[in-house]
């Protein structure tokens, strides 16, 4: 079974030319270019990983993030930051406790491609870990759903909207995690780029 893996980035060309890329290398690959939509079709879709660009229009890739790691049914999913500020989106990366790889544009195809087997191969490990541990015990497991590790509700659940997520303080919606690192700014020209 191929490793899907959804992209999610506010730049058509790149998405194109990433999933044409990804498609030869033997993955299935779904483009979501309004980041507004990102959680959704997470959960619609369950892809194995995700590619996400951090500074978009409406939700910037941090946004998306923290709802990502605050929702239980998607939290396991690996995600891969994309950016041209990697130094500054560092700070994204530990997001719920789970650390995401943070990568810097222009893409370098190798590196890429590592990283996504490196997360697609542990994240099957884990996995197959998990249910051998369930059969020493004698436990009885569900099949695992794609792109969840624990299993997860009724998908019917999550199309009336009643998914598991973990509750969000007022103050956390304010500023988005990746410009609370740019001092609430929401314009990088004035933020300093390394040479």
């Known amino acids: 079974m191929k490793s899907r893996i959804l992209v999610v980035d506010d730049n058509v060309d790149l998405t194109t030319l990433l999933a044409k890329t990804l498609e030869r290398f033997g993955y299935e690959v779904v483009v979501e270019n309004d980041s507004s939509f990102a959680v959704d079709t997470t959960r619609r879709l369950r892809p194995n990983l995700i590619l996400l660009d951090v500074m978009m229009p409406h939700r910037d890739g941090g946004e998306v993030l923290h709802d990502l790691?605050?929702?239980?049914?998607?939290?396991?999913?690996?995600?891969?930051?994309?950016?041209?500020?990697?130094?500054?989106?560092?700070?994204?990366?530990?997001?719920?406790?789970?650390?995401?790889?943070?990568?810097?544009?222009?893409?370098?195809?190798?590196?890429?491609?590592?990283?996504?087997?490196?997360?697609?191969?542990?994240?099957?490990?884990?996995?197959?870990?998990?249910?051998?541990?369930?059969?020493?015990?004698?436990?009885?497991?569900?099949?695992?759903?794609?792109?969840?590790?624990?299993?997860?509700?009724?998908?019917?659940?999550?199309?009336?909207?009643?998914?598991?997520?973990?509750?969000?303080?007022?103050?956390?919606?304010?500023?988005?995690?990746?410009?609370?690192?740019l001092g609430g700014r929401k314009n990088t020209s004035d933020v300093e780029m390394p040479r």
């Open 69 to 181: 790691r605050h929702d239980l049914l998607l939290r396991g999913i690996p995600v891969i930051l994309l950016t041209g500020l990697a130094r500054e989106a560092q700070g994204l990366a530990d997001q719920g406790g789970i650390r995401s790889v943070v990568l810097s544009k222009p893409i370098e195809l190798k590196l890429l491609l590592q990283e996504i087997e490196t997360h697609i191969e542990a994240t099957k490990t884990f996995r197959q870990m998990m249910t051998e541990r369930a059969e020493q015990k004698g436990i009885e497991t569900p099949r695992v759903r794609r792109g969840n590790a624990f299993g997860g509700p009724d998908p019917a659940t999550l199309q009336q909207g009643r998914g598991m997520t973990l509750p969000e303080t007022p103050a956390e919606k304010k500023v988005s995690p990746f410009r609370r690192l």
